[in-house]
DNA sequence: GTCTATAAGATGATAGAC
DNA sequence: GTCTATCATCTTATAGAC
């Protein structure tokens, strides 16, 4: 099974006063990336960013304007490689599979990208993941952007579906994928909370699992929400 | 079928200076519940909640110490009668039942009293919704009460779910309940982004559908998931 | 591009009068 | 219980030297 491939895993030390390239930029987008992931937007100020990246205060607003801008910079960044990896995946998997293909193939194969990035892209990924999950949690930030870029590659697995199952409604389709959606953007957050109440017994950032138990249980969802209607 | 009741309809209009009775902190604990809601905890501030609910910022800290004593008690405030209620209505449920119990009977009537409430409850109650369902994707405020009130209905929820299935393993159900309970965050939210990926064809306001949809949906993904393995 | 310095305002919290 | 007044701190953002 061929996976993604992690785009530019990003650096883990960050030089102060980086001698080479203008990647300051960058390092501020890791920075505020990893902390808007984790306490929202209104929950990091500018200078834990500057600090978190090593560079001035300053720094960060002749990058980016102002602290909305960093935002969605950040949001942006990766938002449409995420995308466009999706929308090749399962249509990749759809010209293999041809008129064999299955709901649960091609949940396989839109799952996989962000699930072997957040596994395997390096930590810029995962917190992507996260702040992608909040964003689609809580769209009060990105709700745009969130438009822009996701909801195209939604309406395309969508298509696909419905060459599956041709009977199916759309109003179906789509309340469907909203369970879904809800599944992942749970696991995506990797909030920790299954591990809890689970004593223990499932892991949430065991995204391997979690990935193939969504897989199943989405598919079977899907199946019973789109069921021809009794009589007809 | 029996709807909860609609305890305690929050109170709309907000006197200033209430002639009558202590209810000053319930004013402040209305109009916090309703801004950390939608802004979340850093996203509201003293003087904000103050102002909405039409008191003076030092009864703020005079009632609730601090900003995240606030918090608790909002949070906390509506924590074990929504969780009692839900452990209620599926043990009435389970008591009718009996052996006929169903999955789809089971779910409908563990999300009937958040559903219905958030529907007819009040505000307070909507709010409340969203902000459980948000604390539920981000648990870093909130950890502590989630875990206290809200696991055990979880609990009683599988191991009624596993007299229904009794071969089930308990990794399977744990997993299986973590997408159901992706799903109903998500929808508690009621962020609108169904709205327009659908282009207006689920409005996720419509919470009677959107339960309806999830009882299936869940029921079908608890089966998949928690099948027999083939062989043995 | 990067830093220093600082403006201009908002924030959580408290002391104390009534 | 409620309000006024205020503190100390932190916030975003900018102007300007290098």
Same mark, same amino acid.
């Given at each position: 099974?061929?996976?993604?491939?992690?785009?530019?895993?990003?650096?883990?030390?960050?030089?102060?006063?980086?001698?080479?390239?203008?990647?300051?930029?960058?390092?501020?987008?890791?920075? *505020?990336?990893?902390?808007?992931?984790?306490?929202?937007?209104?929950?990091?100020?500018?200078?834990?960013?500057?600090?978190?990246?090593?560079?001035?205060?300053?720094?960060?607003? #002749? #990058?980016?304007?102002?602290?909305?801008?960093?935002?969605?910079?950040?949001?942006?960044?990766?938002?449409?490689?995420?995308?466009?990896?999706?929308?090749?995946?399962?249509?990749?998997?759809?010209?293999?599979?041809?008129?064999?293909?299955?709901?649960?193939?091609?949940?396989?194969?839109?799952?996989?990208?962000?699930?072997?990035?957040?596994?395997?892209?390096?930590?810029?990924?995962?917190?992507?993941?996260?702040?992608?999950?909040?964003?689609?949690?809580?769209?009060?930030?990105?709700?745009?952007?969130?438009?822009? #870029?996701?909801?195209?590659?939604?309406?395309?697995?969508?298509?696909?579906?419905?060459?599956?199952?041709?009977?199916?409604?759309?109003?179906?389709?789509?309340?469907? #994928?909203?369970?879904?959606?809800?599944?992942?953007?749970?696991?995506?957050?990797?909030?920790?909370?299954?591990?809890?109440?689970?004593?223990?017994?499932?892991?949430?950032?065991?995204?391997?699992?979690?990935?193939?138990?969504?897989?199943?249980?989405? *598919?079977?969802?899907?199946? *019973?929400?789109?069921?021809?209607?009794?009589?007809?």
């Amino acid at each position: 099974m061929s996976q993604p491939d992690p785009p530019t895993p990003a650096r883990r030390g960050r030089p102060r006063k980086a001698g080479g390239g203008g990647d300051t930029s960058e390092s501020i987008l890791d920075a *505020a990336e990893d902390l808007f992931s984790k306490h929202g937007f209104y929950g990091v100020t500018i200078r834990e960013v500057a600090r978190e990246a090593g560079v001035d205060t300053a720094l960060v607003h #002749y #990058y980016f304007t102002a602290k909305k801008g960093l935002f969605d910079a950040v949001f942006l960044r990766r938002a449409a490689i995420w995308n466009n990896e999706r929308v090749d995946a399962i249509n990749r998997y759809a010209q293999a599979a041809g008129d064999q293909m299955t709901l649960e193939g091609l949940f396989e194969a839109f799952l996989q990208p962000p699930f072997q990035w957040s596994l395997k892209g390096g930590p810029g990924w995962k917190h992507y993941a996260a702040l992608v999950a909040q964003t689609n949690a809580n769209p009060a930030f990105g709700g745009e952007t969130m438009a822009r #870029y996701f909801d195209p590659a939604i309406r395309r697995l969508i298509e696909l579906i419905k060459q599956i199952m041709p009977h199916a409604r759309d109003v179906d389709l789509y309340w469907a #994928y909203h369970n879904l959606s809800g599944a992942l953007t749970l696991t995506l957050g990797e909030t920790g909370r299954l591990d809890r109440l689970s004593n223990g017994l499932c892991r949430s950032g065991d995204l391997e699992t979690a990935g193939a138990y969504m897989v199943r249980f989405a *598919a079977a969802g899907f199946r *019973a929400v789109c069921a021809e209607p009794d009589a007809g």
